[in-house]
């Protein structure tokens, strides 16, 4: 099965990916659709982050397909992945240099034409006064927002973020959750995964949860008990298979 | 490939890696040989029997100590910083980022060899630059011969020794295993000169080549530098190619 369809900016079909131990990611079918943002949220070792991992190629997957924009990865051309930006377990950013130099070497890496894009992402994530830090000084929640701006600087239309939040103060969630509004308000499809439950309440069109290396369901956000429903769903999940 | 080169020289010379080792390596050769110029200008009777036949006070052997300080110092240098350019990528956590690029990782693993490369021919024009000018300021005596010549031959060819250390960092996904090859390496090559196959065994071709003035590795063991350099290329652009993020 392919979708042809450019609106599906992400699209995981059937994508299973075993380790040795067992654990892995089992038959995961996926969507990110432009325009909106999908939550994936799960327990530790649930398998979220070893998902985003195959959906970026950083895993080839066992079986199943994985498409950006409509085209398999497994033979897209190095240049199609301009569209995506990234941050997966750690953020792009290099020690030796100051924020501003990581963000313009990360341009130049991802082929960004924008020659004010340094300028308007460190405005807009709130960089400013350490644009000329190196980042070796840095907290790790402003190495985050780094991170952060490098994944975000050259308007993707594919997003992909592995606990976004992490180490950030509150004041650098709400930069972000604003950068990706005004993503999807571009038409990107972003995809984030969290263990902040009221976050991604707040922040996403539809939440998947993932128990075991599966998708095992869907929570709508906006819910009151969200952390309830989650945990139900989990239990579930996991009676069901020590079922099986 | 432009853009990564330019990325990858940038992060090279700004790191302290990158300077640390610069200065180690001009400073360190430098320093070793004027040592034991003066302990052979003194007449150090100690310092004269360990340099044997080496007359330091002379461009002939000032040089010719330069070439056997290089020949293990330079490439221990270059290949603790070659590692650490591969694998911190690793211990950093920064391999992540280098995926999903519109540069492909096989460019980014040719670029970084290429600023390598030319980070350390700039070392290496410094640090004969440096020792010619000891010289000149030591006031040696004899002609200057061919000395820095070899010197700066070695330095060269010593770049293309060290490549395999890219390789085993890689797939050791470690800074300790890249060292860890450096000094195999090294080993290896005092091994092989000791068991008479110096020559032939290419990695340590170069600095027998430069120590003994050509007598002791011919141009053909030399020139097999070039292909097994390219072998060890090739291979660690493909692993960087086919790289998986699976441990």
Sequence with gaps: MTSKNPQIRIAAQEVTRQFANGSGVFAADLKVHAGEIVALIGLNGAGKTTLMKLLLGMLKPDSGNVEINGRNISSMPAADWKVVGHVIEYPLAYPELTVRQNLQLVSRLRDSNDPHGTDVIIKELSLGMYADRGVRSLSLGNRQRVGLASALMHHPEVVVLDEPTNSLDPAGVIALRDALHRCVARGAGVLVSSHHLDEVSRLANRILVMNGGRIIGQLPPGEANLEHAFFELVRQDDEERNKS | ?247
């Design chain 2, 1 to 247: 490939m432009r853009q990564a080169f330019i990325v990858e020289f940038s992060k090279l010379v700004r790191s302290r890696v990158g300077k640390i080792g610069a200065t180690v390596l001009i400073a360190g050769v430098s320093l070793v040989c004027v040592a034991m110029y003066l302990g052979a200008h003194s007449g150090d009777p100690q310092v004269v029997a360990k340099l044997g036949s080496i007359d330091p006070t002379t461009w002939f052997g000032f040089f010719n100590m330069a070439i056997q300080v290089t020949g293990t110092g330079g490439l221990l240098g270059f290949g603790v910083v070659l590692a650490w350019q591969f694998a911190r990528e690793f211990s950093d956590g920064t391999i992540t980022g280098l995926f999903a690029l519109p540069v492909s990782r096989m460019q980014i693993a040719f670029a970084k060899l290429a600023a390598f490369s030319l980070w350390a021919t700039l070392v290496s024009i410094l640090l004969v630059a440096t020792l010619t000018l000891v010289a000149f300021g030591l006031q040696l005596s004899g002609d200057i011969g061919t000395g820095v010549f070899r010197e700066f031959l070695l330095c060269l060819m010593s770049i293309l020794v060290a490549l395999p250390v890219a390789l085993v960092a890689t797939l050791g996904r470690s800074i300790l295993a890249g060292v860890g090859a450096v000094i195999g390496l090294v080993v290896v090559a005092q091994i092989a000169v000791i068991m008479g196959a110096g020559g032939w065994y290419t990695l340590a071709a170069p600095a027998l080549w430069a120590i003994s003035e050509g007598e002791k590795a011919s141009p053909l063991q030399l020139s097999l530098l070039f292909p097994v350099a390219g072998v060890f290329i090739v291979l660690t652009g493909w692993v960087w190619r086919t790289l998986q993020l699976d441990r």
